[in-house]
T-cell receptor, first 115, second 110 residues
Framework: GENVEQHPSTLSVQEGDSAVIKCTYS??????FPWYKQELGKRPQLIID?????GEKKDQRIAVTLNKTAKHFSLHITETQPEDSAVYFC??????????????FGTGTLLAVQP | NAGVTQTPKFRILKIGQSMTLQCTQD?????MYWYRQDPGMGLKLIYY???????DKGEVPNGYNVSRSTTEDFPLRLELAAPSQTSVYFC?????????FGPGTRLTVT
């Protein structure tokens, strides 16, 4: 089955710097890759996603890149702010139409943005 | 729309007790999921459903059961609770790819 690895497990940056979180997946059939942000004690919230027919997607200060050949995808946050501090999870699935669109999650990255 | 709602928010169980975690969504989504999240870890899929009357196992189904008699409701049943089931449980639903999560149920088994 699918396996998703996520690095680093913790990341500390200064406010205004960029942060990069990387994930690799094992199942070449996966074609949907979301990123979730989870604040302490809260539910995961989708912040951006990418599908396999796209190499990069941006939404303001957040971007995701996908390399299907290498089976890895990354989250990039620019101009980090203290409110970006949270745990970030990557995930992979075969997406809608793949019969189940089950998400397999990475183990998370705790991002701390120092003021 | 209330989205995905879960009850209860918190629960403490004794070893061997049983309980049902409730999940309801009002978005008419066909897909529903149950995840557990252990401290400092990612989410693991317990069970999922692609529509009323259809359920299947996820990564960690042992010790749990589900049913899906309506589109809106997807309860998770714990039989004979064990300390290893201490976790935060999230229900989610989706129409296509994007999954919407409920607020979670924090369960402690002692």
């Amino acid at each position: 089955g699918e396996n998703v690895e996520q690095h680093p497990s913790t990341l500390s940056v200064q406010e205004g710097d960029s942060a990069v979180i990387k994930c690799t997946y094992s199942d070449s059939a996966s074609n949907y890759f979301p990123w979730y942000k989870q604040e302490l004690g809260k539910r995961p919230q989708l912040i951006i996603d990418i599908r396999s027919n796209v190499g990069e997607k941006k939404d303001q200060r957040i971007a995701v890149t996908l390399n299907k050949t290498a089976k890895h995808f990354s989250l990039h946050i620019t101009e980090t702010q203290p409110e970006d501090s949270a745990v970030y999870f990557c995930a992979a699935s075969m997406g809608y139409g793949g019969a189940t669109n089950k998400l397999i999650f990475g183990t998370g990255t705790l991002l701390a943005v120092q003021p | 729309n209330a989205g995905v709602t879960q009850t209860p928010k918190f629960r403490i169980l004794k070893i061997g007790q049983s309980m049902t975690l409730q999940c309801t969504q009002d978005m008419n989504h066909n897909y529903m999921y149950w995840y557990r999240q252990d401290p400092g870890m990612g989410l693991k899929l317990i069970y999922y459903s692609v529509g009323a009357g259809i359920t299947d196992k996820g990564e960690v189904p042992n010790g749990y059961n589900v049913s899906r008699s309506t589109t809106e409701d997807f309860p998770l049943r714990l039989e004979l609770a064990a300390p290893s089931q201490t976790s935060v449980y999230f229900c989610a639903s989706s129409f296509r790819d994007e999954q919407y999560f409920g607020p979670g149920t924090r369960l402690t088994v002692t």
